[in-house]
């Protein structure tokens, strides 16, 4: 069987994806990409990071960009419940063998520093300072009206165990592709915050971070990102898209920031609270899996992703081949 | 202080609001309302009873449609989280002193009925028959294209006290309107399944329902449903919108079935699963409160309600006045 | 019989409205309101006038901005299609009785002013400087997205005169109101160059200019303009909708300048291109005239407007009464 | 230089585009396509033929389904100003060494068969049948909600060639593609009716029909097309799209019917009336010609024709080419 049985009670409670910091080689440059033509709103920055948020976010940051040596990943961010649950997190994890630090960071309160099965470092809080509402302060809408932070999606070497590892953490499977042949798992869909995912897994060369998605009001807003990015500068950065994926029935645009972090714009997904939803299954040789209309992905998409700091990837377990363009 | 502090561990675990029972007098014209012009999908039907739900819901329904002799409410309802919470929801609801009753539901598992602080009977239940997924059968997408019940709002004669027994449930303040003087609540927005509402309360003659609303993908789809429903004999059933409301942010309209049961259509609303999430403020004299543009709501809209079966509403203690279109 | 045979052999080709000249009394609130708020394009400015063109225009203007001490309209201007038509006008106003002049204007060629059938100032011309395309410059594009002029709207004393007048001109009729009880047109609408109009007439005191509409890209760009106007200072510009109108079957919004010039946001009319098109009569009475979902205009819908420079308007004939919103 | 002086006094008068025949093999199965998936409205059929037209239009018909052995165009139809046009149209035709035949076309008034440069079967018309507006019938619209035909394009062996013939009927050029070496056209785009085009011409074996075009009013009609198309057994027909056009700005896709005849759905171009608007120029090596947003467009769209009943395509003449996706 290839998907567990979600852990409707996990051992503490991470209510979603948080944020994000990325390791880039120029601020300038990636001001230019995520502020300037994304449209996401500037809440603290100096010389070594700027801090973003996204529209109807309230939370300080979705996303960090540090100036850094190296394009890599610093860690990836969860908010849980409450205070108390971050010391029930320090528990799991170090009752199960992870590394535990708690760790300062700017604008959050206590922040547990540890890592996911394939060492991926995580990092969890419960507190990070709120701002003042400005969803309705129309005139700083622009670029493609980024609202929030949606997901995170990883390169595993080995998805089943990914899947296994944070279905202990609570997160529920929503779709997934199976291998036919071999019976693993290639890719999976699992959440917390009641929507298609906080995180998926892909097959591949990993751990990397495959991409990380925003939320936006309507797919007209990713047709106007397109008309910007194609007459600004970006037109090669647009990677994959616009489409409608096979999976999570979601609307969605793939491109790359000036580092080649992979950034997806997405709408239109479906309501997941329900603890008895059924997973979708789909099979990777379904060329609707990808894109509903049946392009398929160009090779780039299976093959980049940022690596995280410090964390040297291996290759995937599983050797089958999803449809990937000509 | 006019909203009380969240109750973040409720004695049991509600997750969303689920499905209405309305009194019709004619199935036949409730039918054409409902199925050929909204675009609700039947999934069960006798003379007596037609069963609806929405595009991307899997649960067997949203909508009940009871042929009645009077066009009232039967019952509200809504999905607990697992089998075990519906025992906890008994006892509370028995120690607090309301009726208790585990009633047969067709397509339903274990049902408890009881009432809510103003004796609106509300049904809880954690299992409905699930039907397979049609949410990527486009070709059955017609009407408004709605995607899925979002929430009910009921006029009430005490909102102070609709809040804090609603609050007792865990259900959370997103945003809510203040009468100035009496420093009394006049309406609240309150949620469990991370949205901005479940279920909303607007000071008024009652307990009575005010409106139940519809989620759909866009704006766009709404313009639609107002091109339909002006060319198809129901422009006389278009009340209000459409527009954007300055609480929730959300796009909506509003339009009345052929008993005069309110529907509202929505979308664009923002996350609130936080649970520190700051409830949003407004004063009941700030005209932007309705409507951001600044159109009134017209009179029929603050007076208009249906009343639940065997129910005798009661006139609001607050006489504050809203601002009414000329 | 109320609406005249179309004179599809007018003695002059004016191919289509072109600009018009506001007379404004602040530059600076004008241009916030203009160019930071709907979007238009500043292709020339001074201490006295500031030119705009719309997005996809290569003509120099297409509204121009005059610092004037009072706020009325200066001319309405006409493209014809070369330069010897100018010639022929010059002679058919002459020879009609109208006064006729050759006038400088910068950024234009030749340019004959003389007047309308109610002295309304028109200007004619054929050539005006070119500019280079800035329609897939997409950083450019903000506020409403404004792609083009559409048409002017005038207050006239008696349309019937009107569509006489401009008959001769080889305006052809659209759609037009009738009042059943006169048998006299109440309002009409007619064009030159293939859309819905180039000139609309409505009963009113006249020779007014009611308004003057710019043609955008679909129905959001209208919410997204009333998002943004609601909450940065310009609600109560907001006089009427957004809605579909009945007659055109336009998508609109009307709002107000800071000096009570009315704008009118529109798209998705039809072609009409047809010689032999036949056109669409609707009635006075009729609710969805205005509006086809239903909601009448407001009073100062039917009463405001913008008097021409040194031009008293009068009452009109027609004392039928349309449907205002109570 | 590439593009000649417009035409703008052509010896009669084209007003637009009207209407083509396609011979296809099972009318059924065209039909599923054209008017249970794409939205078109049936005017009249028998066993031999389907009328079709758009929402918005007035004559009887914009295409033609014809039961055939073979599955080519019978005639591409236009719409002249009036009747005199027609006699002028002939004697044209016939001192300039076409073939001219008045023939009998239900529906239609005196139509005149003859050929353009190529031997294209053109047909011109003045009178067709009139039918009652249905644009305000909002319970026909369905499938991509097609509000009128746009366009034809044309693989000709001869690009230069084909723009010299029908600019001297009046086609303008709005926009064009010249092959840097040869200083020859790879393809062009000319208009009557003040859109971006009614006919264009790409280089290639030919004459052949390369696709016809529909208008549709939002990009998101396009996009509700493709999730229909991909869930309802045609997701091989869809070919290329969507995206934007570098070349006219508009928004497309292109899809093929159940005998292979190319359908482009479109929105969003822009007005071309002004007699001195300038054509715009691309290299045949922009990548954004094609799509702004940089997808190449398939080798089949280059290569795929539908031929002209007994007309042998012959190969061009030139042999530049174009940028094909890998
Ligand atoms: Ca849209
Ligand atoms: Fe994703
Ligand atoms: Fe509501
Ligand atoms: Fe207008
Ligand atoms: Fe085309």
Same mark, same amino acid.
């Given at each position: 069987m290839p998907i567990p049985t979600p852990n409707l009670y996990p051992d503490f409670n991470i209510i979603r994806l948080s944020h994000v910091v990325f390791g880039v080689s120029d601020l300038a440059k990636s001001r230019h990409f995520y502020v300037d033509t994304l449209g996401l709103q500037v809440t603290d920055e100096d010389d070594n990071r700027i801090y973003l948020r996204a529209m109807e976010e309230r939370g300080h940051h979705c996303l960090v960009l540090e100036k850094s040596d190296s394009a890599t990943i610093k860690s990836l961010s969860f908010k849980v419940f409450d205070e108390g649950e971050l010391d029930k997190a320090h528990d799991w994890f170090k009752k199960n063998g992870h590394p535990v630090e708690w760790v300062e960071r700017p604008y959050q309160g206590r922040t547990l520093r540890t890592t996911d099965c394939f060492d991926v470092p995580i990092e969890l809080y419960f507190k990070m300072d709120r701002l003042a509402p400005?969803? $309705? $302060? @129309?005139?700083? @809408? #622009? !670029? *493609?009206k980024p609202l929030r932070i949606d997901h995170f999606n990883l390169f595993s070497p080995d998805v089943d165990e990914a899947v296994a590892f944070y279905n202990q953490l609570g997160f529920r499977v929503t779709e997934y592709t199976e291998d036919e042949e071999s019976g693993k798992l290639w890719a999976a869909w699992t959440h917390? #915050? !009641? !929507?298609?995912?906080d995180m998926a897994f892909t097959n591949g060369r990993g751990p990397r971070l495959h991409h990380t998605a925003f939320w936006v009001p309507t797919p007209l807003n990713i047709i106007d990102l397109c008309d910007l990015m194609a007459t600004t500068g970006y037109v090669d950065n647009i990677e994959r898209g616009p489409g409608r994926h096979g999976i999570s029935n979601a609307f969605f645009l793939y491109i790359l920031d000036p580092d080649g972090h992979r950034i997806e714009i997405y709408c239109s997904d479906y309501q997941t *609270?329900?603890?008895d939803l059924e997973a979708i299954k789909w099979d990777l040789k379904d060329p609707q899996r990808q894109t509903l209309w049946g392009a398929a992905a160009p090779r780039s998409w299976f093959e980049h992703g940022s690596e995280f700091e410090n964390l040297d990837p291996r290759d995937a377990q599983l050797n089958a081949t999803p449809i990937v363009a000509p």
């Open positions: 400005i969803h $309705q $302060q @129309y005139a700083l @809408y #622009k !670029g *493609v917390r #915050k !009641g !929507g298609v995912h *609270v329900d603890p």
